[in-house]
């Protein structure tokens, strides 16, 4: 059974618009959180990441947003551009420091 | 520029065959990983190496040894390839733990078909 899941295989946004990104666990012992962005051919690459401590975490366009409550993280992408277009993975990791657990992935497409 | 590089973007071996992914970082780091990407699952760790010939397991080693005798080169063994091991395997290297993914370098990934 998935720990952490996408529901949201793919999304589509207007470029300038915002793109939400949304991820929901299950383990209510994570404790820590990432969001990774993955072009085609490409490694995954780090984009911004969230401690349970905290309920909002911005860098730039990024937002992540954590309801522990809800078990829920979004990651908020304003204003979308084209190159943002990617596969996008959360992960979530226990606060016994075990590996990360990773989501299915959401496909983003922004369109110009 | 920092550079993980893993020695063949696409490769296709045939089921029993015994398939080595090899994987280099030119950062001096400690820590490498070996991951498999599959539609809907996600990325999975398959071992980990914290030192030369180091190892550990991680979340889905069956099928799979490890290889680590130089600090800069990590390399994933499938034993005997199966079909269910067709995938995407990436390869990571980092100064910290696995537990401090963040740090991480991945590489470009190698898609591999098992026929």
């Known amino acids: 059974d998935q720990q952490v899941k996408q529901n949201s295989p793919s999304l589509s946004v207007q470029e300038g618009r915002i793109s939400i990104l949304n991820c929901d666990y299950t383990?209510?012992?994570?404790?820590?959180f990432l969001w990774y962005k993955k072009y085609p051919a490409e490694g995954p690459t780090f984009l911004i990441s969230?401690?349970?401590?905290?309920d909002k975490n911005e860098d730039g366009r990024f937002t992540v947003f954590l309801n522990k409550s809800a078990k829920h993280l979004s990651l908020h992408i304003v204003p979308s551009q084209p190159g943002d277009s990617a596969v996008y993975f959360c992960?979530?990791?226990?606060?016994?420091?075990?590996?990360?657990?990773f989501g299915p992935g959401t496909r983003l497409s922004v369109l110009p | 520029d920092v550079k993980v590089t893993q020695s063949s973007r696409y490769l296709v071996k045939r089921t029993g065959e015994k398939v080595f992914l090899e994987c280099v970082q030119d950062?001096?780091?400690?820590?490498m990983f070996w991951y498999r990407q599959d539609p809907g699952l996600g990325l999975r760790l398959i071992y980990f190496?914290?030192?030369?010939?180091?190892?550990e397991k991680g979340d889905i080693p069956e099928g799979y040894s490890v290889s680590r005798e130089k600090k800069e080169r990590f390399s994933l063994i499938l034993e005997s390839a199966s079909t269910n091991q067709t995938s995407m395997y990436l390869c990571?290297?980092?100064?910290?733990?696995?537990?401090?993914?963040?740090?991480?370098?991945f590489g470009q990934g190698t898609r591999l078909t098992v026929v």
């Open positions: 992960a979530a990791r226990d606060n016994y420091g075990q590996n990360f657990v």
């Open positions: 190496s914290y030192d030369v010939k180091m190892k």
């Open positions: 383990n209510s012992m994570f404790d820590y």
């Open positions: 969230i401690s349970s401590i905290k």
């Open positions: 990571a290297s980092s100064p910290y733990p696995v537990t401090v993914l963040s740090e991480a370098f």
């Open positions: 950062m001096d780091h400690e820590n």
